[in-house]
Structure formats: structure tokens, C-alpha cells
């Protein structure tokens, strides 16, 4: 695509106006004529994100500073990187953190190349024309392909299995040498299990398998499960050593994010293509979600964990196969 063409959109995540504004009027100057969209925050930035992937919005590049006011560049690499509508959208940091754990974590992380706002050999401005130069100018970019969307939505169902079984073995390290390590290690294996069960049946579908409805539903409710993963997340971060009562009620929320409606409509897309691997999925996910209420209810309590918990085991009733009757 030239970079001529209107339809070139490029996402800035500074929380600085002014730089902002800088980098817009100096890529203009130079010769751009496509989109710059602005973001001030990590959660702005992923919402932007979010929104663009719905309308089939592409984002051609992104330019991320490092530090910002609700996290930090490495987090918008981290979600961008893992992310199938994403992942080959080249990032760039534009920033004045230059600690050597901080570059290399970005470039760990898939960040595409690290730049300075402050060259030791050029004027703020010329560090911004030599960034054009090499990526605008010279670089040859990914294209655009038309993507299926519920490919997409399978594959980020996938990376959520996956990033959900890294939190319980983290939940495993927090109670280790008691029977709550065992239960978290369990539930870690579980979802790898699923995550493997979803990578088998995602070629068997395409977004022509589903309505526009049904894949608009799926749609919103990942991003809600996703919003919710990252809240558990950042619970276990700001309480290192929670008590068992707390991480129920963010596995609990976690959970809550999940539409059971559209789990069992796309589960149902899946019976023609591969009946003998989707019985099997469901039978996984719902004698996990049983265990997983049975634990919660025979160590608290507390009746609004106990509530939630048996909501969870009715759920779970939902998804469990029944042998047909003889």
C-alpha cells in the first residue's frame, strides 16, 4: 500500500500532547498523507484497538512511548504482539527510557525497533525525519489481508486458554506445599488441555460457518473476557499473597465474563464438523467448571462466594453431555 493513500493509519500512544502534535505536524511535513490516530493511555490504545478490529480497521503501524500513565509501552507490545488481528502490525518505541532491562524487554516482547526522543547526534525533529526515513520510506511493510474474523476469534480463544493457564500455575506458586497448589496446578493442565482441543477444531471453521450475529456476539464477549483476565491479572500483581477467599472471587469474575449463550452457539457450529472433538471439549469444560465450584464450596463460607459458586455448578450442568436414552 502507498503511503499516500488515505487508508494508511498509523496509532501514536503518548500520553504528551505536545510530542503528539509534534510527531504529526513533522510526518505531514515529510510527505505523510494518510491517518494518525492518538492515544494517551495503555487502555485508550487497546480500546482503539479493539474498536478498529471490529469495523475491519486496519492500524499499518504504531509508534508507543514507554512510560504512561496506567502502565507501560511494554504493555501495549505484550497485548499487540499476542493478538492474531495484530501481531504483524510493526511497533515502534518512541521514547526517552533508555534502560538497557527496559529495551531489551521490549524487543523481547516483538517490539520492531526502539528510538530515542533524544539523540545524542540529532535535534528531537531529525531523529523524527531518520524514523521516517527507515519506516515509512524504506521499510516494506506487511499488507493488509482480508482476514476471518472467527479465525481470529478462535485463535484469541486460544491465546486466552493459554494465558489463563499461566495465571493458575501462578495461583500454584502462591499456596505451594498445600492441597491449594495441587487444585491450581489441575486447573493449569485443564486449560492447556482446552487450548490444545480449541487449536484442533479452529480449521474446521470459517466465518462463513456463523451469522453476523452470532460472530458479532462472540466478538464483544472476548473482548469482555479479555478485560476481565487482565483484571485478575493485575489483582494477583497488586496482592502477591492473597488469601483463598480473594482468589475465588477473581477466578469467580473471570468467569462471570463468559456468555454461556454464545459458548453454546459457536460449540453447536462445531457438531457437523467434528462431533466426536466438540463432545469432548464439552465435556472438559464442564467438568472443570464443576470441580472448580465443588473446591470454592466446600472451603468458604462465605455466602456471596457460595452464591456465585453455585450459579457456576448450574452453568457447568448446561455443557455437561448427557448419553442419549436407550
Not at 496509532?11 to 505531514?28: C, G
Not at 480500546?47 to 500513565?69: G, S, Y
Not at 465435556?283 to 456465585?308: D, K
Request: glycine letters at 4%.
Amino acid at each position: 500500500m502507498s503511503l499516500k493513500e488515505k487508508e494508511f493509519t498509523i496509532l501514536h500512544v503518548e500520553d504528551d500532547p505536545s510530542l503528539a502534535k509534534l510527531v504529526r505536524i513533522a510526518f505531514h511535513e515529510f510527505g505523510f498523507r494518510g491517518n494518525i490516530i492518538t492515544a494517551g493511555r495503555v487502555d485508550e490504545a487497546l480500546d482503539l484497538l479493539e474498536e478498529r478490529e471490529r469495523k475491519c480497521e486496519p492500524v499499518n503501524l504504531i509508534l508507543v512511548d514507554m512510560q504512561l500513565p496506567d502502565g507501560t509501552g511494554l504493555d501495549v507490545i505484550r497485548r499487540v504482539k499476542t493478538d492474531p488481528a495484530w501481531r504483524m502490525t510493526p511497533v515502534i518505541v518512541l521514547s526517552s527510557e533508555l534502560a538497557p532491562g527496559t529495551i531489551n524487554a521490549a524487543y523481547v516482547l516483538g517490539a520492531n525497533c526502539f528510538v530515542s526522543k533524544n539523540s545524542k547526534t540529532k535535534g528531537g525533529f531529525e531523529s523524527l525525519r531518520a524514523l521516517y526515513a527507515s519506516w515509512l520510506e524504506c521499510a516494506i511493510l506487511p499488507e493488509v489481508f482480508p482476514r476471518d474474523r472467527l479465525q481470529d476469534a478462535l485463535s484469541r480463544a486460544i491465546h486466552v486458554r493459554a494465558r489463563t493457564a499461566e495465571f493458575y500455575i501462578s495461583l500454584a506458586r502462591v499456596f505451594e506445599g498445600t492441597p491449594e497448589m495441587g487444585f491450581w496446578l489441575d486447573r493449569s493442565l485443564n486449560e492447556g488441555n482446552m487450548s490444545n482441543l480449541l487449536a484442533f477444531l479452529q480449521p474446521k471453521l470459517s466465518e462463513r460457518d456463523v451469522s453476523p450475529a452470532m460472530l458479532e456476539r462472540l466478538t464483544d464477549m472476548q473482548v469482555r473476557v479479555q478485560h476481565a483476565l487482565n483484571a485478575t491479572e493485575e489483582s494477583l500483581r497488586r496482592t502477591p499473597v492473597p488469601r483463598p477467599a480473594e482468589v475465588y472471587r477473581w477466578v469467580l469474575d473471570f468467569l462471570g465474563a463468559l456468555n454461556e449463550e454464545v459458548v453454546a452457539e459457536v460449540i453447536g457450529c462445531l457438531f457437523p464438523k467434528g462431533p466426536e472433538a466438540t463432545t469432548a471439549l464439552k465435556a472438559r469444560a464442564a467438568i472443570q467448571l464443576l470441580e472448580l465450584a465443588s473446591h470454592i464450596l466446600e472451603r468458604t463460607e462465605e455466602p456471596e462466594l457460595r452464591r456465585r459458586a453455585v450459579g457456576l455448578r448450574d452453568w457447568a450442568d448446561q455443557f455437561m453431555v448427557k448419553p442419549n436414552p436407550i
